[in-house]
């Protein structure tokens, strides 16, 4: 990072907490414009819980549908932060810092909204807590070998381990926030900072602690959607009973993660004027793993065309035959040109750059994601083995408005987070500054 | 502040970059001031070199999370299980392989919250007492060295502050 020594602490400070002024008449446009986004998706949710799950489109073969693929969708979005915040962290990646804060929002945001998914394809949401163990009349537990209750048990402790990382990694900025503000916000501040003074005897439990947790959430994010793709493979259907699962899901998370995080930090760069902190080189640095996480999924593309042919499985032949050429094959190419092809681009210096193209490409390799958990999802139950039980699906207009409010309610959380907590460590980019690393560099 | 007289006032040394903070500190080991803290907007190696600080044990919170966060996930597991002897995917009743995914869950959850309980009851958070004597510089650009001292010494304390190229201040 050549551009980041000519700060100093001072103007870290003073660029970070000039983001928390108060905001323009633009930024309530476009809250109230988000919220209206999220009012769209609850009514939707609404009127599917008064008519009943008929109200989407899935049907049989296709049971899942955009529920699901806005699941998966979400919780891979969240890997990037932990991959940045700890991952990034435990590798001694200084450039992760001026990012972390970011991204570990964005995951716990992102793992909230996808939370929300199973609660809404559950149809009766009043019974939710049927899934908890919980001693009942019935002798009723849920069953710890379903890779449903996995999914509960992952995504729930992914849950509370993200936001408890992001809580403690936020309290000395929360401190600096309250030590430069007034009134009833200094109060609130007080409170959330906890009485943070940063004196050693504090820095030295954080520190210890705070390696603890990045160890911890490493091995946990890497579970957590090997987990996910077991919710598909291990069923016996074509295109998803594959060992490959569980590292391709964990790749193309982290690559729909990364691509999230320039969508975020572009427009965040440009409007709280974080040049000098985000710099070109961390934007660089993101591009670039983006290119191994793109080859990686192009490589589980083509080793799954390879298993179909050396397994000499004439169903799963069918399956991945009909995946490139079939009803889906638009989805199908979307996915591979966005997520294996497009970030090829990346290659080139001038390209990865460019401002332009690298949020062009985000929204592209997004976009792409998006459709890989489309193809996954319904492509595969929607031509498995028998031709008479074959059948099409596409989301209703309750599916787009339910899907239309995460995304809404995604940027929503993620504008009012910006304008109203640190949206850098000031911490660990003063750290950066001094040591080119992270907490205990 | 332990052990200190009610007569003992608390000077604080402001300075403006690490490298003068630690070298501030072992100047300090041959008075009979007492550092009662040292106040940084980050954390700083060589502030905890030169205070000879010892690792965290957080780590054994940690430790002890973890362990019973395993114990935990298997026993909820098995016991769920034996409570509904049913046989799914001709599995055994009780089916060690799938039950290492609760068990690991479970040994990371309790294992972050054990984790945050030690840094919290070690680091002694809240702590909104320590408001009082603490500079709000210390969360930006400065470091600060808050020393006890008898009050006949206060003024000794501000002047060795001042030669080391620092800021005295005193909270009575």
Redesign the interface.
């Known amino acids: 990072m050549s551009e980041a020594p000519q700060l100093?602490?001072?103007e870290v400070?003073r660029t970070v907490l000039d983001t928390l002024r108060p905001p323009s008449g633009g930024y309530w446009l476009v809250i109230m414009v988000l919220i209206l986004g999220v009012l769209v998706g609850a009514a939707c949710w609404g009127y599917q819980i008064f008519i009943g799950l008929g109200a989407g489109g899935q049907n049989i073969p296709v049971a899942w549908g955009t529920y699901l693929i806005n699941f998966v969708f979400w919780v891979g979005i969240a890997h990037s932060g932990t991959l940045i915040s700890a991952i990034l962290y435990l590798f001694r990646a200084g450039w992760r810092n001026p990012i972390a804060r970011a991204a570990e929002t964005m995951t716990v945001f992102a793992v909230s909204i996808a939370g929300l998914f199973p609660f809404i394809h559950l149809g009766r949401i009043w019974v939710v807590y049927y899934m908890l163990?919980y001693p009942n009349q019935r002798?009723?537990?849920?069953?710890?070998?379903?890779p449903l209750v996995?999914d509960v048990?992952?995504i729930s402790?992914y849950l509370?381990?993200s936001s408890?990382?992001w809580y403690?990694g936020l309290l000395?900025d929360l401190?600096?926030v309250?030590?430069?503000a007034t009134g009833l916000r200094r109060k609130i501040f007080?409170i959330l900072s906890?009485?943070?003074?940063?004196?050693?005897?504090?820095?030295?439990?954080?520190?210890?602690?705070y390696l603890?947790?990045a160890a911890?959430a490493t091995?946990?994010v890497v579970?957590v959607h090997s987990?996910v793709s077991w919710d598909f493979a291990l069923s016996a259907v074509p295109g998803w009973h594959s060992t490959i699962f569980a590292p391709y899901f964990v790749a193309g998370a982290i690559h729909s993660g990364l691509a999230m995080v320039l969508t975020l930090m572009i427009p965040l760069r440009k409007i709280f004027h974080y040049e000098r902190i985000v710099t070109m080189k961390i934007l660089e640095a993101v591009a670039k793993t983006i290119i191994f996480t793109g080859l990686i999924v192009g490589y589980a593309y083509g080793i799954e065309y390879f298993l179909a042919w050396y397994s000499n499985n004439i169903v799963e032949q069918e399956a991945f035959r009909w995946r490139a050429l079939g009803d889906y094959s638009i989805e199908f190419w979307i996915m591979v040109v966005c997520n294996s092809i497009v970030p090829l681009l990346f290659f080139f210096k001038r390209i990865r750059t460019s401002i332009a193209w690298l949020f062009s490409i985000s929204i592209l390799i997004n976009l792409g994601m998006w459709y890989e958990r489309f193809v996954i999802i319904i492509g595969s139950v929607a031509h498995d083995f028998i031709p008479h039980a074959w059948g099409l699906y596409w989301p209703s207009g309750i599916e787009w408005g339910i899907m239309l409010g995460s995304f809404s309610l995604f940027f929503l959380l993620f504008l009012l987070f910006a304008k109203h907590l640190p949206s850098i460590s000031?911490?660990?980019m003063?750290?950066t500054l001094?040591?080119g690393g992270g907490?205990?560099? | 502040m332990e052990g200190a007289m009610a007569t003992d006032i608390s000077v604080m040394g402001l300075f403006p970059d690490e490298q003068r903070t630690a070298s501030t500190i072992e100047a300090m080991a041959g008075y009979p001031w007492k550092i009662d803290q040292v106040h940084t907007p980050f954390p700083s190696h060589k502030i905890s070199a030169a205070l000879k600080l010892k690792k965290s044990p957080v780590g054994w919170f940690t430790l002890v999370g973890g362990i019973l966060g395993f114990v935990t996930g298997f026993s909820l597991a098995i016991y769920t299980a034996v409570e509904w002897k049913l046989i799914v995917w001709g599995k055994p009743v009780i089916a060690w392989i799938p039950f290492v995914i609760v068990g690991f869950e479970f040994t990371i959850l309790f294992s972050v919250f054990a984790n945050v309980l030690g840094l919290v009851v070690l680091g002694g958070l809240p702590d909104y007492q320590g408001l009082k004597r603490y500079d709000p510089r210390c969360s930006a650009e400065h470091f600060g060295i808050l020393a006890t001292c008898a009050a006949g010494e206060k003024e000794k304390v501000i002047e060795f502050f001042e030669n080391q190229g620092g800021e005295a201040r005193v909270f009575d």
């Open positions: 100093t602490y001072a400070d163990p002798y009723l537990w849920p069953n710890f070998q379903s996995f048990v992952a402790t509370t381990v408890l990382f403690t000395p401190a600096a309250r030590d430069r007080t906890l009485g943070w003074t940063g004196k050693h005897e504090q820095w030295r439990h954080y520190t210890r602690g603890f947790f911890l091995p946990l579970s987990v000031m911490t660990e003063k750290e001094d040591h907490h205990g560099d």
